[in-house]
């Protein structure tokens, strides 16, 4: 096939590719029935696919698989700018249709493995909670709530002055958590999780310079835990990152639907992460509405909360870098792309879910 042909065969595959895109996204706007088909049954057929044939894998596939993206890219970059050096303009244009084509089959991969969960808003109906705006008020009862809780439960694990100890290894950990969402299935049948695919990520340090705690990969469904971080942050990443397994896609709803799962559970370690990482949450939206009244309440917190929170802070301070400040931005831009207004935001968006979890008023 000579290049003229080649580059009509790779126009036609680009054109395809939209028109697919342009179709999917169509349904989604116009046919409630094909969005509840998509969420019920092809979702959960293929995410559960995907991690019962991966869940046996020790390491992650999808971390193996990014690598290898990076390494064919940067190739194919230097492929590109030597054709376009040696003025091959027929093999360059050719080149780059390829680089598009690509580029469109993966964002084509990308929204029917995983990306249309961020149209599914289906959480108030699973939880029977309706979310509405809430005050300075409210927000201060939440916090206070949350760290009664954050109390109570370092008084249960016997040392309320100095930093948590990490506990068990990941792998205990991921088990755990298994059995926390087998345990809150009971009360919310929409968390029924089956085939466990948890994975350490092998670029654990790197993401420390992205302020990354955990992941999903949305072409392999594993979901990946940075364990480098203080460990008494993990029972709730696990947990977060299986609620993106389920099919929430919103970073708000995955944090409520962990925040269900690791409070309830019955270790106390999870318990104390998912309160720690909502009071966390709750008294930095207070701080944004009210100093004093957030500096009033940080005042309760038992001496141990406080030393996790300096070790949390000075942890990702080794890491601070321009790199952070990039990374933010671009991944606020992907989550803005992808429907969630606020973007990096988000994540705070679920004090208003809490508020309504705690019927406060």
């Known amino acids: 096939m000579d290049t003229n042909a080649k580059i009509r065969h790779t126009g036609v595959r680009i054109v395809v590719t939209i028109l697919c895109v342009i179709i999917l996204k169509g349904l989604f706007t116009f046919s409630h029935r094909f969005e509840g088909w998509y969420f019920h049954r092809f979702y959960f057929w293929i995410s559960n696919l995907l991690r019962a044939v991966l869940g046996s894998i020790p390491f992650s596939v999808g971390d193996v698989i990014y690598a290898a993206w990076v390494i064919t890219g940067s190739i194919y970059l230097l492929k590109l700018c030597y054709k376009l050096i040696k003025t091959q303009w027929k093999e360059s244009f050719l080149y780059f249709l390829k680089g598009i084509s690509a580029v469109l089959t993966l964002y084509l991969a990308f929204l029917v493995l995983w990306g249309f969960n961020y149209d599914r808003f289906s959480l108030e109906k699973d939880m029977q909670l309706e979310v509405n705006e809430y005050g300075t008020q409210q927000l201060y009862k939440l916090a206070d709530t949350l760290l009664q809780q954050v109390n109570a439960n370092r008084v249960e694990m016997g040392d309320t002055l100095h930093v948590t100890h990490p506990g068990a290894d990941s792998a205990q950990l991921f088990q755990r958590a298994v059995g926390a969402y087998d345990q809150a299935a009971h009360r919310w049948p929409v968390l029924q999780y089956t085939h466990p695919c948890l994975k350490t990520s092998l670029y654990g340090t790197w993401m420390n310079y992205m302020n990354v705690g955990g992941y999903l990969n949305p072409f392999t469904g594993e ?53 720690f990482e909502m009071f966390m949450y709750s008294i930095r939206q207070l701080r944004w509405q009210d100093t004093t009244m957030a500096k009033e309440l940080w005042q309760k917190a038992v001496p141990g909360v406080h030393e996790d929170y300096h070790q949390l802070k000075n942890f990702y301070h080794k890491y601070s870098s321009p790199v952070d400040d990039y990374t933010s931005i671009i991944y606020d831009q992907y989550l803005k792309a992808n429907k969630q207004e606020k973007g990096i935001r988000s994540y705070s968006e679920v004090v208003g879910w809490l508020v309504a979890y705690f019927h406060i008023q």
């Open 223 to 275: 979901a990946q835990v940075n364990v480098t971080t203080p460990g008494f942050l993990h029972p709730f990443t696990i947990c977060h990152e299986v609620a993106h397994q389920l099919g929430y896609g919103a970073e708000e709803e995955a944090n409520f639907i962990g925040y269900l799962v690791a409070g309830h559970a019955k270790d106390v370690r999870f318990r104390y992460a998912a309160n």
